[in-house]
Structures are given as structure tokens and as C-alpha cells.
């Protein structure tokens, strides 16, 4: 007894002499188990590569959004109350605007860094959805959604929705012109949709159309609740990070069980954070020197004036070229109009990127491969799907033209209506054109691998054999070389098998199965992919005289 308490003694002795800043994290490790926590995650290994930077400029740039947009949410009103401007930028003293309009010109001018401050979260928006885009398309080039991250996949996808929808809604909160002509774009499609079109117009903007509840709805939105969710969703998906351990490209010493990189405390934790400084210090660059948005420039919004050269925010012209060039078609039954022109464009926006969604599980089930993947895919040795996203870029591309139709047509003084069938016709062909031309640059990549694992690297040296013979030497590829190029799968595709057994009976193949199948074949058959050298052949082309 007197030893034990001589010990607790002793520990109390320790207690007492350690520090405030000790005695503070016993206390919270005690009643939160952040000891146990950070030992079991902070010296957690990340893989090192450049692409993995892209979901760090998505996650800083939107910290860079919520910072700028709390000091804009202190000086901006949400009002539709229209006032008569009498402040500091000349031109429009005497105007007749909404508060809303008018405070947006006092942040500009008169509020200190309120124009810094406003083109920094513009382009912080801009570059948060190109950040997602990208890697989105990363992530789908490399295989990197498929199991156990088809969730964490829905997430980001989930994002970049919301970051659509967010962007929509502030792009439209300083209520000048060019923001208007967007939103009654925005509610000319709504229109568009049967029986309940004009309803839902009438929610939204309180009868009307511009009616004076849109804004003082659209801020609560952009400012509260797209915000909280989208962040609620970021901390979910670094979560799903951390509990699946990072991807990684393909290499010697990674495999399903083994990441090789730096541990995520100190090493990571401080390129991380040396980067976001670099992310946030572009951003300010960017919002000093390059002028966006100058909402002076084009005056309050008017139900009858509309800007010429109204564009909206990149990552909406999808959507918007898809109405432009879109032929005027309407249905005239029973004394109402079906706008064809409109409605068509409009639901193939949400079915384009419902597809992108649950791409993964389809995959998934086309292949019937159940085992978890963390090693990255090399976008060669998968030609299909990477066609299939390169295909759906050029789509992209080409209807992004369309949605700015009118300021190519007046910068590069084309005809409008030459443009406009350009679109047409590209939406059809250039997707097929950049599948067919992707995937037989996949399939060239992938003969130029086989060559170079059998015959070895051109070093450019030219060597005459004793016969006369001229060959260039090849040196022969490191085992490291040699891993990265043969350690993809080259499974069969999925098969019905025969459909008359060993006894005669036919066995019935259902409609889902056959459909599996082709779809195997298209994407992983003979067709898709040059077959990786044997061992044997590697020996026999190595050895002796076959190697120069």
C-alpha cells in the first residue's frame, strides 16, 4: 500500500509540475479522446502526386468563398425596395434602382476592400467549380470511384451541383442587368416545364415575373443553406478520405494493402497549408489586377432592356447552349402550349449529369467486380471509358460555344446563325469524333507500353552488325518501369455462357444479362485493349541476341 501510494504521489508530483498547456490536454483527452484520436490518423500515410492537388484547390477555394463571403454578407442588403442612387459612382446618380443594386455599388465603392473583396469571391467561385470539374475528371480517368468510393464519388458529384445552384443564386443577388437577364432566363426554361411551370414561377419570385421577393429569397439560400450543406458535404468526404486511405498511382512497393507516401503529420500538414496560402494569395492576385463582374457597368435590371452579350458564369453555358441552338419547336393542343424549344434542353441538362452520377454503380455492374480498388487505373489501359470522358468534354466544349454564340459571332465576325448550326451539327458528331479518336490514342499508348516492356527504351544510338545490319540499341527498362507498365488487369468481360447446356436444354438468358454482356464486350473486349506481354515472351525477346 505504502508503494502504491508513493506512485500515485509521484504522479500527482508530475501533475503538478507539468505545464498549463499539458494539464489543457489531459483535460480534453480525458473527455474527448483526442490522444487516441490524432495517434491512430495524424501520422496517417498520403501518397505524393501532383493530381492530387486538384481536390485541394477545390477545398481551399471554397474556404476562400466562405471568408469573403461573410465580410460581403455585412454590407450587402437583400432588398427589392427600389431607391434613387445618389452615391459615389456619378454616372448613375439619379437612377432609379433596387436596395439591393445599390448597396452592391456602395461595397464597390465605398466600403474599404469591398471591390477586392467582392472580385475575390467571384473568381474563388470560378475556380471552385473548375477545382471540382477537374477533378472530377481525375477521379473518373484513374478508376478512383469505383469500390469502396462510390459514395464519396456521389458526394463530390453532389457538390459540384450545389456549387452550380449556389453560383446561379449569388451571381443574381447584385440585381444589375446582365444578373437579370440571367435569372429570367432561368425563369423562361422554368416556363418550359408542363402544368406545373407556372406555378413553380410563381413560388419563386411571388407572382409576376421580376416580382420583389427573388432576391430576399436567393440570399438566405446562397448565404445560409447551400453553404451549410455543401459544407456538411466536404467534411463527410474528407472523412470518407481518411477511413478508406488515399489512392495511388501504380508503382513498386503499392499495392490494395500498402500506400507508399509522407505521413499526413508533419510532412502533408505542412505542404498543405504552404498551398492554401499559394491558392488564397493567387485568388487576391487575380481579384486585384482582372477586373469581373463590374456590375456599374451595365446598370440596374429592367424587365425591358436585356444586355447585349449577357453570358453567364462558365460552368452554366452547358445549360444555356443547350436552349440557344435548340430549334424553336412547340405543341399547340387544347389551348395550351408545349414548348418544345425550351423543354427538351432543359431536362437533357439534369439527364447528362444524372448519368455522370451513377456511372460507377453501372460499372460496377457491368464488370460484376466486387473487390476494392486503391490503385489508380492508367487512362490508356481503360480506352473506353477514358473515350467516353473526353467525349462528354468536347460535348461540353461545343455547347459552351452555343451559350456564348452571340460573343463569338461578334469577336471573331462570323455569322450568328453559321454558329448556331455549328453547335447543331457538333453536339451529334464531335462526341462520337473525340470517342473514336481517344480511344485509338489509348490503344496506340498501349502497343508503344508493349514495345517498350519487350524491346526496351530507344537511347537513339545506331549499331551495325557484323552482317551489315543497322539497329538501334534499346536499353532495357528498369523493374520499376517494367511494374508500371504490366501491373493493370486484363480480366475477360462478362459472358452469358452458352445458352444450350450439355443436356440440350435451352437456358434462358435474361434481357439484363444480355444487355451486360455487349456492354462488357464494347468496353473491355479484345476490341479495347492490346494485350500486355507474356513472361515468356519478355524472356525470349531479352535474352541473347534477340536484345540490342
Given at each position: ?411 471573331l465576325h462570323l455569322s450568328i446563325n453559321s454558329i448556331t448550326w455549328f453547335v447543331r451539327i457538333g ?122
Open positions: 500500500m505504502d508503494g502504491a501510494r508513493s506512485v500515485d504521489k509521484g504522479r500527482e508530483g508530475t501533475r503538478r509540475d507539468s505545464g498549463g498547456g499539458e494539464r489543457l490536454a489531459d483535460w480534453a483527452d480525458g473527455r474527448l479522446g483526442i490522444y487516441t484520436l490524432a495517434k491512430a490518423n495524424l501520422r496517417k500515410v498520403f501518397p505524393d502526386h501532383w493530381s492530387f492537388m486538384l481536390g485541394e484547390v477545390c477545398l481551399y477555394s471554397f474556404l476562400v468563398l466562405i471568408l469573403t463571403g461573410v465580410y460581403l454578407t455585412l454590407f450587402f442588403e437583400p432588398s427589392g425596395v427600389e431607391v434613387v442612387y445618389n452615391g459615389s459612382y456619378e454616372p448613375l446618380n439619379g437612377v432609379l434602382m433596387t436596395r439591393a443594386y445599390e448597396s452592391a455599388l456602395e461595397i464597390s465603392f465605398d466600403v474599404r476592400g469591398g471591390l477586392l473583396i467582392r472580385q475575390i469571391h467571384h473568381w474563388a467561385a470560378l475556380v471552385f467549380v473548375a477545382g471540382m470539374l477537374v477533378h472530377m475528371m481525375r477521379v473518373f480517368f484513374t478508376g478512383a470511384y469505383r469500390k469502396p468510393r462510390e459514395v464519396n464519388w456521389l458526394f463530390g458529384w453532389t457538390l459540384l451541383m450545389l456549387g452550380l445552384i449556389t453560383g446561379l443564386t449569388g451571381y443574381s443577388l447584385p440585381d444589375d442587368l446582365l444578373s437579370g437577364t440571367g435569372v429570367r432566363f432561368a425563369q423562361g426554361a422554368i416556363l418550359s416545364i408542363p402544368v406545373v411551370g407556372t406555378y413553380i414561377s410563381f413560388f419563386l419570385f411571388g407572382g409576376e415575373f421580376p416580382g420583389h421577393d427573388i432576391i430576399s429569397r436567393f440570399f438566405p439560400i446562397h448565404v445560409l443553406l447551400l453553404p451549410g450543406i455543401m459544407l456538411g458535404l466536404v467534411v463527410a468526404h474528407l472523412i470518407l478520405v481518411f477511413y478508406h486511405k488515399h489512392t495511388q498511382y501504380p508503382g513498386p512497393g503499392r499495392d490494395q494493402k500498402s500506400v507508399v507516401g509522407m505521413p499526413f503529420m508533419p510532412v502533408y500538414m505542412a505542404k498543405a497549408g504552404g498551398f492554401f496560402f499559394l491558392v488564397f494569395g493567387v485568388l487576391s492576385l487575380m481579384g486585384a489586377i482582372a477586373t469581373i463582374n463590374p456590375v456599374w457597368a451595365f446598370g440596374p435590371y429592367r424587365p425591358d432592356l436585356v444586355t447585349t452579350g449577357a453570358q453567364p458564369d462558365w460552368y452554366l453555358g452547358f445549360s444555356e447552349g443547350l436552349i440557344r441552338v435548340m430549334p424553336g419547336w412547340e405543341i399547340n393542343a387544347f389551348g395550351h402550349t408545349l414548348v418544345l424549344g425550351v423543354l427538351i434542353p432543359f431536362s437533357l441538362f439534369p439527364l447528362i449529369m444524372l448519368a455522370i452520377a451513377v456511372y460507377p454503380f453501372v460499372e460496377a455492374w457491368i464488370t460484376g467486380d466486387k473487390r476494392e480498388h486503391h490503385i489508380l487505373d492508367r487512362p490508356r489501359n481503360v480506352p473506353v471509358r477514358t473515350a467516353l470522358g473526353v467525349a462528354w468534354l468536347s460535348l461540353y466544349g461545343v455547347l459552351l460555344i452555343g451559350g456564348g454564340n452571340d460573343i463569338v459571332a461578334t469577336h453536339f451529334f458528331v464531335v462526341p462520337v469524333l473525340a470517342f473514336v479518336v481517344t480511344k485509338r490514342i489509348c490503344l496506340g499508348l498501349q502497343r508503344r507500353d508493349r514495345d517498350k516492356v519487350l524491346h526496351g527504351r530507344e537511347t537513339g544510338v545506331i549499331k551495325r552488325l557484323p552482317h551489315g545490319e543497322y539497329v538501334e540499341v534499346h536499353a532495357p527498362l528498369s523493374q520499376e518501369q517494367l511494374h508500371t507498365l504490366t501491373q493493370h488487369e486484363q480480366a475477360p468481360p462478362y459472358e452469358t455462357g452458352p445458352r444450350v447446356d450439355a443436356n440440350g436444354v435451352t437456358r434462358r438468358v435474361k434481357g439484363s444479362q444480355r444487355l451486360r454482356a455487349r456492354l462488357a464486350r464494347a468496353m473491355y473486349g479484345p476490341d479495347s485493349h492490346i494485350p500486355k506481354p507474356t513472361a515468356e515472351e519478355y524472356r525470349e525477346l531479352t535474352s541473347g541476341e534477340h536484345h540490342h
